[in-house]
C-alpha cells in the first residue's frame, strides 16, 4: 500500500542537508539553512568532504551502479558512510570517538539513531526503510572502528566486504570468511518479476519484523552463509521463493525454527507436513518451508504463494552454490 517512490523523495527531502556526487565530482549542500537546519551543515560538510576523499582512491560511482547483489552493495556503503561517519565524529571530538564520549560506544549508537527518529517523516515510515537506512551509519561506523583497531593505518577496502555478515562481524571480514553466491535454476511456475538477496542483516529483520525479539531474530540471522529470492507473477498473485544456505547444520535448524514461528504468527494456524517439510496456511496464502542440502551445505527453501497455486517454483536439485 506504500507508495515508496513518493515517501522515499519525502524521506530523503527531511534527511539530505548535503551530499557527494561522485558522478560529478561535487558536493552540494541544501541553501536552507534555517534554525533548525544551520547546525547540521558543519556536521555534513565533514562527512561529505571524507566521501570526496574517498572518490581518489575508491570509485563510489560503481558502488552505486551495482545490481542484483542487495547484500553486497549495502556492505560496500556501510564501509563508505561508517568510514565518513567515524572519521567526521573523530575530526569534531579531537580523537578517539568512543573515549570522548561518556558511555562509549554504545552512546555513539543511541546518539546516531536519536538524530534520526527525532525526524517526522523518518519516524513514520515502516521498520524496514528505517533499520536499512541506519544500518550503514550505526554498524558501519562499528566495523571501520574495529578494522582500525586490527589493521591500524590501512584502509577497509583492499578488499571491500562482500556481505552484511562481514560488517556485522568484523572477525569474519578479517580472516576473509566470504559468503556463497546461490544461483537459482529458471522457475517451474509463473514469471520472473524481480530476483536480489537479503545477506544476514535483512534477514535478521525479517524474523524480527515476524517475531518482535530482537535476540531471537539475531541468532537465527547468525550462522547465514548466502541467500537467493525471486520474486515470480502467478496467475492467483504474487509468490515468492526464497533459499538461505548456512554454515552448519544448526545454524539452519535455528534459522528453520525462528521461520517456522514467523509463518505460524502470520497467517495464525497450525503448521501440516512432517519431516523436512512444514506447511502453513491462511489469510489467502501458503507458507511452505523446506530443509534441503546443497552442494553438501545446509540450506532452508521459503516458498510463499497465493492459496490454491503449487508450492513447487524451482527444482532444488539445480540450485548451485558458487565463493564470492
Same mark, same amino acid.
Not at 114 to 140: D, I
Not at 270 to 289: M, N, Q
Given at each position: 500500500t506504500l507508495d515508496l517512490r513518493r515517501f522515499m523523495l519525502r524521506l530523503l527531502g527531511e534527511q539530505v542537508i548535503g551530499y557527494y556526487d561522485p558522478a560529478t565530482e561535487v558536493l552540494y549542500v541544501v541553501s536552507d539553512t534555517s534554525?533548525?537546519?544551520?547546525?547540521?551543515?558543519?556536521?555534513?560538510?565533514?562527512?561529505?568532504?571524507?566521501?570526496a576523499l574517498q572518490d581518489q582512491y575508491m570509485p563510489l560511482d560503481s558502488i552505486q551502479k551495482q545490481r542484483d547483489d542487495n547484500d553486497r552493495q549495502t556492505a560496500a556503503q556501510s564501509v563508505m558512510e561508517g568510514q565518513a561517519t567515524y572519521e567526521q565524529m573523530a575530526s569534531m571530538l579531537?580523537?578517539?570517538?568512543?573515549? $570522548?564520549? =561518556? !558511555? *562509549?560506544?554504545?552512546?555513539?549508537?543511541e546518539m546516531i539513531r536519536e538524530n534520526q527518529t527525532a525526524m517526522p517523516v523518518f519516524s513514520s515510515a515502516p521498520m524496514m526503510l528505517q533499520e536499512t537506512l541506519l544500518f550503514p551509519y550505526l554498524s558501519g561506523a562499528e566495523f571501520? $572502528? $574495529?578494522?582500525? &583497531? /586490527?589493521?591500524? !593505518?590501512?584502509? =577497509?577496502? +583492499?578488499p571491500l566486504p562482500a556481505s552484511t555478515e562481514q560488517v556485522l562481524h568484523a572477525d569474519k571480514y578479517l580472516a576473509n570468511e566470504r559468503p556463497v553466491q546461490v544461483t537459482l535454476p529458471p522457475l517451474l511456475a509463473g514469471s520472473r518479476v524481480y530476483e536480489n538477496n537479503l545477506g544476514e542483516f535483512e534477514t535478521r529483520l525479517f524474523l524480527y519484523e515476524a517475531? +518482535?525479539?530482537?535476540?531471537? /531474530?539475531?541468532?537465527?540471522?547468525? !550462522?547465514?552463509? @548466502?541467500?537467493?529470492?525471486?520474486?515470480?507473477?502467478?496467475?492467483? @498473485?504474487? *509468490?515468492?521463493?526464497?533459499? %538461505?544456505?548456512?554454515?552448519?547444520?544448526?545454524?539452519?535448524? &535455528?534459522?528453520?525454527?525462528?521461520?517456522? $514461528?514467523?509463518? +505460524?504468527?502470520?497467517? !495464525?494456524?497450525?503448521?501440516?507436513?512432517?519431516?523436512e517439510t512444514k506447511r502453513f496456511e491462511g489469510k489467502g496464502r501458503i507458507v511452505e518451508i523446506v530443509a534441503v542440502s546443497v552442494q553438501g551445505k545446509p540450506a532452508?527453501?521459503? %516458498?510463499?504463494? =497465493?492459496? @490454491?497455486?503449487?508450492?513447487?517454483?524451482?527444482?532444488?536439485a539445480k540450485l548451485r552454490l558458487t565463493q564470492k
Amino acid at each position: 500500500t506504500l507508495d515508496l517512490r513518493r515517501f522515499m523523495l519525502r524521506l530523503l527531502g527531511e534527511q539530505v542537508i548535503g551530499y557527494y556526487d561522485p558522478a560529478t565530482e561535487v558536493l552540494y549542500v541544501v541553501s536552507d539553512t534555517s534554525a533548525g537546519r544551520a547546525a547540521l551543515v558543519e556536521v555534513t560538510l565533514s562527512h561529505e568532504l571524507v566521501h570526496a576523499l574517498q572518490d581518489q582512491y575508491m570509485p563510489l560511482d560503481s558502488i552505486q551502479k551495482q545490481r542484483d547483489d542487495n547484500d553486497r552493495q549495502t556492505a560496500a556503503q556501510s564501509v563508505m558512510e561508517g568510514q565518513a561517519t567515524y572519521e567526521q565524529m573523530a575530526s569534531m571530538l579531537g580523537g578517539d570517538v568512543a573515549l $570522548r564520549i =561518556p !558511555g *562509549g560506544w554504545g552512546r555513539v549508537r543511541e546518539m546516531i539513531r536519536e538524530n534520526q527518529t527525532a525526524m517526522p517523516v523518518f519516524s513514520s515510515a515502516p521498520m524496514m526503510l528505517q533499520e536499512t537506512l541506519l544500518f550503514p551509519y550505526l554498524s558501519g561506523a562499528e566495523f571501520v $572502528r $574495529r578494522f582500525k &583497531e /586490527a589493521r591500524p !593505518g590501512q584502509v =577497509p577496502w +583492499q578488499p571491500l566486504p562482500a556481505s552484511t555478515e562481514q560488517v556485522l562481524h568484523a572477525d569474519k571480514y578479517l580472516a576473509n570468511e566470504r559468503p556463497v553466491q546461490v544461483t537459482l535454476p529458471p522457475l517451474l511456475a509463473g514469471s520472473r518479476v524481480y530476483e536480489n538477496n537479503l545477506g544476514e542483516f535483512e534477514t535478521r529483520l525479517f524474523l524480527y519484523e515476524a517475531l +518482535q525479539d530482537l535476540g531471537t /531474530a539475531a541468532r537465527s540471522a547468525e !550462522g547465514w552463509a @548466502g541467500d537467493r529470492y525471486v520474486v515470480t507473477s502467478l496467475p492467483a @498473485g504474487p *509468490g515468492i521463493v526464497w533459499v %538461505t544456505v548456512w554454515d552448519t547444520p544448526i545454524d539452519a535448524g &535455528e534459522f528453520r525454527d525462528a521461520a517456522q $514461528r514467523a509463518a +505460524q504468527r502470520r497467517l !495464525g494456524v497450525a503448521s501440516a507436513g512432517t519431516g523436512e517439510t512444514k506447511r502453513f496456511e491462511g489469510k489467502g496464502r501458503i507458507v511452505e518451508i523446506v530443509a534441503v542440502s546443497v552442494q553438501g551445505k545446509p540450506a532452508v527453501i521459503w %516458498t510463499d504463494v =497465493p492459496a @490454491g497455486s503449487s508450492t513447487r517454483l524451482i527444482d532444488a536439485a539445480k540450485l548451485r552454490l558458487t565463493q564470492k
